[in-house]
């Protein structure tokens, strides 16, 4: 996948090359513009037939992602196609291959190469109930390739060791390796009651986790009193 970010640190796009039959996948609705590429909307299962319709549906509900998945295909040998993220924030590139791979959070995906998919990895009860996204099912990459991936805000890579294990709040949790070790519970009280902090991701292990450096559930909390309720 040959692509450059354009634009500033705030509100990137991606202005992705593509040659003649070749496929990348886009996050649905994240067009902005094309040339000589054709869009395919498909099932976001990776299977055909009722079992594909079955299975998108199926992870959609379970984990918050988008029941289709667009497949961009070039035309000719200077197609292009750019693409944005809902919501203004940097984008970054993960590379995927082998052991290396990552866990998405919910609304973390963009695009990624023909070579790879995101399939869903089960969870334990305990973090389906308290991981407020992900639900039963999260988000894993799998094949060899680049995956991109948006934030709300700035990504800060933070580095987990077996002797320091790093608690973060769910809501600015982007990606992670996914060979660590993770729980999820309530940071403290009743839900945060008294402190104003509610579920957070404890990471245990060794490897990556990219985190988002603001929180757009507190931002529209912030807004709310400001938006006229009625006529």
């Not at 549906?57 to 918050?64: E, F, L, M, N």
């Not at 940097?90 to 190469?113: E, P």
């Not at 600015?172 to 060979?179: I, M």
Request: hydrophobic share 40%; net charge negative.
């Amino acid at each position: 996948m040959k692509y450059k970010i354009l634009g500033d640190s705030d509100c990137p796009l991606v202005h992705i090359e593509l040659i003649n039959g070749e496929t990348v996948k886009i996050e649905n609705g994240a067009m902005a513009y094309l040339s000589n590429v054709e869009l395919e909307g498909k099932m976001n299962s990776g299977k055909k037939g009722l079992g594909g319709v079955l299975g998108a549906i199926g992870r959609s509900v379970t984990s918050g992602e988008s029941i289709f998945i667009t497949h961009a295909h070039g035309l000719s040998d200077d197609a292009f196609i750019g693409i944005a993220p809902a919501t203004p924030g940097k984008i970054v590139s993960l590379d995927v291959s082998g052991a290396t791979q990552y866990r998405l959070n919910t609304g973390a995906f963009l695009a990624c190469d023909n070579g790879v998919e995101y399939v869903m990895k089960s969870q334990s009860i305990g973090k389906a109930f308290m991981g407020g996204t992900g639900g039963f099912f999260v988000m894993e990459t799998q094949g060899t390739g680049n995956i991109l991936v948006s934030a709300f805000g700035d990504i800060l890579t933070m580095e987990i060791t077996p002797d320091k294990p790093l608690t973060i709040d769910n809501e600015h949790v982007v990606a992670w390796d996914a060979s660590l070790d993770y729980d999820i519970h309530v940071a403290s009280g009743t839900f945060g009651f008294k402190t104003g902090e509610g579920v957070v991701n404890e990471f245990h292990g060794q490897g990556k986790v990219f985190i988002q450096t603001r929180n757009i559930h507190n931002l529209a909390d912030a807004v709310r009193p400001f938006i006229p309720t009625g006529n």
